[in-house]
Nanobody, 115 residues
Framework: QVQLVESGGGLVQPGGSLTISCAAS????????MGWYRQTPGKERELVAA???????NYADSVKGRFTISRDNAKNTVFLQMNSLKPEDTAVYYC?????????WGQGTQVTVSS
């Protein structure tokens, strides 16, 4: 059984920074891509950033230059550092990982950008 657990969400002021993380646990033989999606009420879940096992990353245009994705393979953890946050970044952020050739999702963590 593989589980993804996110942490680090919360309330931050516009222009502020926040880092969220997601750790995979359970019986893990391999982790390929890892990444983050986000969703707001009434909208589809959208890709924010992804990182491959070879540390190649890609970002949504809306977060390029502000967000940085990274991973610690020894700890099966992926991070999303978010800088210069805007109110439109407010969403539930979901972690995903391709573990043992299957996609897994975290439960989501709320990020709210508001003054």
């Amino acid at each position: 059984q593989v589980q993804l657990v996110e942490s680090g969400g919360g309330l931050v002021q516009p222009g502020g920074s926040l880092t969220i993380s997601c750790a995979a646990s359970g019986t893990i033989f391999s982790i390929a891509n890892m990444g983050w999606y986000r969703q707001t009420p009434g909208k589809e879940r959208e890709l924010v950033a992804a990182i491959s096992s070879r540390v190649s990353s890609n970002y949504a245009d809306s977060v390029k230059g502000r967000f940085t994705i990274s991973r610690d393979n020894a700890k099966n953890t992926v991070f999303l550092q978010m800088n210069s946050l805007k109110p439109e970044d407010t969403a539930v952020y979901y972690c995903y990982a391709n573990v043992n050739y299957m996609d897994h999702w975290g439960q989501g963590t709320q990020v709210t950008v508001s003054s």
